[in-house]
Protein backbone atom coordinates (compact mmCIF):
# COMPACT_ATOMS: atom_id res chain seq x y z
CA UNK A 1 0.00 0.00 0.00
CA UNK A 2 1.03 3.74 -0.70
CA UNK A 3 -0.14 6.75 0.86
CA UNK A 4 0.00 10.11 -1.65
CA UNK A 5 -0.84 13.18 -0.04
CA UNK A 6 -0.78 16.59 -2.35
CA UNK A 7 -0.06 19.52 -0.15
CA UNK A 8 0.47 23.50 -1.33
CA UNK A 9 -2.61 24.54 -2.83
CA UNK A 10 -4.31 27.87 -2.05
CA UNK A 11 -5.35 30.80 -3.63
CA UNK A 12 -3.07 33.43 -5.82
CA UNK A 13 -4.12 35.62 -8.03
CA UNK A 14 -3.26 35.33 -11.86
CA UNK A 15 0.27 35.89 -12.80
CA UNK A 16 1.37 33.99 -9.65
CA UNK A 17 2.90 31.19 -8.25
CA UNK A 18 2.55 27.91 -6.12
CA UNK A 19 4.54 24.42 -5.72
CA UNK A 20 2.41 21.41 -4.64
CA UNK A 21 4.02 18.37 -3.56
CA UNK A 22 2.70 15.06 -3.30
CA UNK A 23 4.52 12.80 -0.90
CA UNK A 24 4.49 9.02 -0.81
CA UNK A 25 4.35 6.87 2.29
CA UNK A 26 7.29 4.75 1.28
CA UNK A 27 9.46 4.75 -2.22
CA UNK A 28 7.04 3.74 -5.38
CA UNK A 29 9.94 3.49 -7.77
CA UNK A 30 7.39 4.26 -10.31
CA UNK A 31 7.12 7.33 -12.53
CA UNK A 32 4.31 9.78 -10.53
CA UNK A 33 1.48 11.78 -12.89
CA UNK A 34 -0.23 14.72 -11.99
CA UNK A 35 -3.49 14.99 -12.46
CA UNK A 36 -6.11 18.27 -12.32
CA UNK A 37 -10.28 18.53 -12.43
CA UNK A 38 -12.00 21.52 -12.67
CA UNK A 39 -15.86 21.53 -11.41
CA UNK A 40 -18.12 20.23 -14.32
CA UNK A 41 -15.00 18.85 -15.81
CA UNK A 42 -12.99 15.41 -16.67
CA UNK A 43 -9.97 14.90 -14.64
CA UNK A 44 -7.00 15.95 -17.35
CA UNK A 45 -3.48 14.72 -17.23
CA UNK A 46 -1.25 17.88 -16.33
CA UNK A 47 3.05 16.50 -15.81
CA UNK A 48 4.53 13.07 -15.41
CA UNK A 49 8.21 12.48 -14.34
CA UNK A 50 9.71 9.33 -14.28
CA UNK A 51 11.03 7.38 -11.58
CA UNK A 52 15.24 8.60 -11.87
CA UNK A 53 13.54 12.10 -13.21
CA UNK A 54 15.13 12.06 -16.61
CA UNK A 55 11.66 11.13 -18.41
CA UNK A 56 9.11 14.49 -18.13
CA UNK A 57 6.10 14.86 -20.19
CA UNK A 58 3.91 17.88 -19.87
CA UNK A 59 0.20 18.48 -21.54
CA UNK A 60 0.61 21.34 -23.88
CA UNK A 61 -1.62 23.75 -21.80
CA UNK A 62 0.99 24.03 -19.69
CA UNK A 63 4.04 23.66 -20.92
CA UNK A 64 6.40 26.32 -20.48
CA UNK A 65 5.13 27.42 -17.57
CA UNK A 66 4.61 24.50 -14.73
CA UNK A 67 7.81 22.27 -14.11
CA UNK A 68 8.02 19.07 -12.01
CA UNK A 69 10.47 17.25 -10.03
CA UNK A 70 10.99 14.61 -7.89
CA UNK A 71 13.28 14.23 -4.41
CA UNK A 72 13.30 10.57 -3.85
CA UNK A 73 14.99 10.61 -0.73
CA UNK A 74 12.43 12.61 0.70
CA UNK A 75 9.56 10.37 -1.66
CA UNK A 76 8.04 13.75 -2.65
CA UNK A 77 7.22 14.77 -6.01
CA UNK A 78 6.95 18.66 -6.66
CA UNK A 79 4.88 20.74 -9.48
CA UNK A 80 6.18 24.30 -9.23
CA UNK A 81 3.14 26.23 -11.11
CA UNK A 82 4.42 29.80 -12.44
CA UNK A 83 2.28 31.85 -14.48
CA UNK A 84 -1.15 30.81 -13.71
CA UNK A 85 -4.36 31.72 -15.28
CA UNK A 86 -7.75 31.24 -13.92
CA UNK A 87 -7.99 27.91 -16.33
CA UNK A 88 -5.53 26.65 -14.20
CA UNK A 89 -8.14 26.61 -10.84
CA UNK A 90 -8.82 22.74 -10.13
CA UNK A 91 -8.37 20.17 -8.35
CA UNK A 92 -4.74 18.78 -8.42
CA UNK A 93 -4.49 14.91 -8.05
CA UNK A 94 -1.02 13.34 -8.17
CA UNK A 95 -1.05 9.68 -8.89
CA UNK A 96 0.98 6.23 -9.28
CA UNK A 97 1.33 3.37 -11.62
CA UNK A 98 3.41 1.00 -9.36
CA UNK A 99 5.56 -0.74 -12.17
CA UNK A 100 4.87 2.03 -14.82
CA UNK A 101 8.15 3.46 -15.74
CA UNK A 102 6.90 5.94 -18.14
CA UNK A 103 5.37 9.06 -18.20
CA UNK A 104 2.49 9.00 -21.04
CA UNK A 105 -0.34 9.08 -19.57
CA UNK A 106 -2.95 6.74 -18.54
CA UNK A 107 -6.59 5.85 -18.38
CA UNK A 108 -7.57 6.69 -14.89
CA UNK A 109 -8.63 3.35 -13.81
CA UNK A 110 -4.84 2.12 -14.66
CA UNK A 111 -3.62 4.03 -11.62
CA UNK A 112 -3.05 2.20 -8.07
CA UNK A 113 -2.85 5.04 -6.07
CA UNK A 114 -4.08 8.10 -6.02
CA UNK A 115 -3.62 11.15 -3.37
CA UNK A 116 -6.85 13.79 -1.86
CA UNK A 117 -6.12 16.55 -4.28
CA UNK A 118 -5.48 19.73 -3.29
CA UNK A 119 -7.26 22.77 -4.28
CA UNK A 120 -5.76 25.73 -6.63
CA UNK A 121 -7.93 28.41 -6.95
CA UNK A 122 -6.49 31.69 -9.36
CA UNK A 123 -8.09 35.03 -9.33
CA UNK A 124 -8.21 37.12 -12.46
Known amino acids: QVQLVESGGGLVQAGGSLRLSCTAS??????IHWFRQAPGKEREFVAA????????NYADSVKGRFTVSRDNAKNTIYLQMNKLKPEDTAVYYC???????????????????WGQGTQVTVSS
Open 95 to 113: AADIGGIGTAPRKIYEYDY
Open 26 to 31: RPTFSA
Open 49 to 56: ISWSGSLL
